[in-house]
Protein backbone atom coordinates (compact mmCIF):
# COMPACT_ATOMS: atom_id res chain seq x y z
CA UNK A 1 0.00 0.00 0.00
CA UNK A 2 1.48 3.49 -0.80
CA UNK A 3 0.02 7.09 0.42
CA UNK A 4 -1.56 9.59 -2.42
CA UNK A 5 -2.95 13.03 -2.13
CA UNK A 6 -6.03 13.35 -4.33
CA UNK A 7 -8.25 17.00 -5.05
CA UNK A 8 -10.46 16.83 -6.88
CA UNK A 9 -12.62 20.04 -8.06
CA UNK A 10 -16.58 19.48 -8.41
CA UNK A 11 -18.88 21.79 -10.51
CA UNK A 12 -20.51 25.16 -8.73
CA UNK A 13 -24.17 24.53 -9.62
CA UNK A 14 -23.85 21.13 -7.45
CA UNK A 15 -25.62 21.43 -3.90
CA UNK A 16 -23.21 21.08 -0.61
CA UNK A 17 -25.25 18.06 0.67
CA UNK A 18 -24.75 16.68 -3.15
CA UNK A 19 -21.11 17.82 -3.14
CA UNK A 20 -20.47 15.10 0.33
CA UNK A 21 -22.63 12.41 -1.18
CA UNK A 22 -20.08 12.94 -4.62
CA UNK A 23 -17.00 13.15 -1.90
CA UNK A 24 -18.43 10.01 -0.18
CA UNK A 25 -18.63 7.95 -3.14
CA UNK A 26 -15.46 8.05 -3.75
CA UNK A 27 -14.44 7.42 -0.01
CA UNK A 28 -16.67 4.38 0.12
CA UNK A 29 -14.92 3.28 -3.77
CA UNK A 30 -11.34 3.31 -1.94
CA UNK A 31 -12.76 1.17 1.00
CA UNK A 32 -14.33 -0.63 -1.14
CA UNK A 33 -11.16 -1.87 -2.95
CA UNK A 34 -9.48 -2.34 0.36
CA UNK A 35 -8.00 0.95 0.43
CA UNK A 36 -8.02 3.42 3.40
CA UNK A 37 -8.82 7.40 3.40
CA UNK A 38 -6.33 8.23 6.13
CA UNK A 39 -7.97 12.15 5.75
CA UNK A 40 -10.77 14.08 3.77
CA UNK A 41 -11.54 17.69 3.95
CA UNK A 42 -13.71 19.46 2.36
CA UNK A 43 -12.04 23.22 1.35
CA UNK A 44 -15.41 24.85 -0.13
CA UNK A 45 -16.32 26.55 -2.90
CA UNK A 46 -13.25 28.74 -4.77
CA UNK A 47 -12.74 30.97 -7.44
CA UNK A 48 -11.02 28.94 -10.44
CA UNK A 49 -7.60 30.74 -11.64
CA UNK A 50 -9.54 30.51 -14.83
CA UNK A 51 -12.53 29.22 -16.37
CA UNK A 52 -13.15 25.34 -17.07
CA UNK A 53 -15.92 23.53 -18.70
CA UNK A 54 -17.57 27.22 -18.41
CA UNK A 55 -17.08 27.20 -14.44
CA UNK A 56 -15.69 29.73 -12.74
CA UNK A 57 -15.64 28.30 -9.43
CA UNK A 58 -15.66 25.09 -7.74
CA UNK A 59 -16.02 22.81 -4.44
CA UNK A 60 -12.64 21.51 -3.43
CA UNK A 61 -12.38 17.97 -1.85
CA UNK A 62 -9.32 16.45 -0.67
CA UNK A 63 -8.62 12.80 0.19
CA UNK A 64 -5.40 11.23 1.82
CA UNK A 65 -5.55 7.46 0.79
CA UNK A 66 -3.60 4.85 1.87
CA UNK A 67 -4.42 2.62 -1.46
CA UNK A 68 -2.67 0.40 -3.72
CA UNK A 69 -1.97 2.02 -7.57
CA UNK A 70 -4.74 -0.08 -9.39
CA UNK A 71 -7.41 1.51 -6.61
CA UNK A 72 -6.22 5.26 -7.49
CA UNK A 73 -6.45 4.14 -11.26
CA UNK A 74 -9.80 3.23 -10.30
CA UNK A 75 -10.95 6.25 -9.22
CA UNK A 76 -9.01 8.07 -11.54
CA UNK A 77 -11.47 6.85 -14.72
CA UNK A 78 -14.20 7.59 -12.68
CA UNK A 79 -13.05 11.13 -12.38
CA UNK A 80 -12.65 10.87 -15.66
CA UNK A 81 -16.37 9.91 -17.16
CA UNK A 82 -17.86 11.98 -14.16
CA UNK A 83 -19.45 15.09 -15.49
CA UNK A 84 -19.38 16.54 -12.12
CA UNK A 85 -15.40 16.43 -11.43
CA UNK A 86 -14.18 19.29 -13.45
CA UNK A 87 -10.48 18.79 -12.36
CA UNK A 88 -8.60 16.24 -10.72
CA UNK A 89 -4.83 15.68 -9.28
CA UNK A 90 -3.43 12.91 -7.53
CA UNK A 91 0.08 12.57 -6.24
CA UNK A 92 2.31 10.24 -4.45
CA UNK A 93 3.59 11.29 -1.34
CA UNK A 94 6.22 9.25 1.72
CA UNK A 95 3.59 9.56 4.45
CA UNK A 96 -0.18 11.49 5.62
CA UNK A 97 0.20 14.26 8.15
CA UNK A 98 -2.25 13.61 11.04
CA UNK A 99 -2.80 17.19 11.32
CA UNK A 100 -5.42 19.25 9.08
CA UNK A 101 -4.21 20.89 5.82
CA UNK A 102 -2.76 24.29 5.30
CA UNK A 103 -6.30 25.10 3.61
CA UNK A 104 -8.32 24.38 6.66
CA UNK A 105 -5.93 25.93 9.49
CA UNK A 106 -6.74 29.37 10.22
CA UNK A 107 -3.85 32.18 10.01
CA UNK A 108 -2.83 31.98 13.75
CA UNK A 109 -2.46 27.76 13.67
CA UNK A 110 0.48 28.76 10.69
CA UNK A 111 2.64 30.93 12.63
CA UNK A 112 5.05 28.12 14.08
Given at each position: M????CTF??????????VHKLADKYKDLVEKMDGKVVKK???GLRSLAYEIKK????????LGLNASPNVVSKIENDFKVSEDIIKFLTIKVDSIDDRPTLMMQTPSETKD
Open positions: RFYEIIRQDLPAQDEYWNKKGHYIF
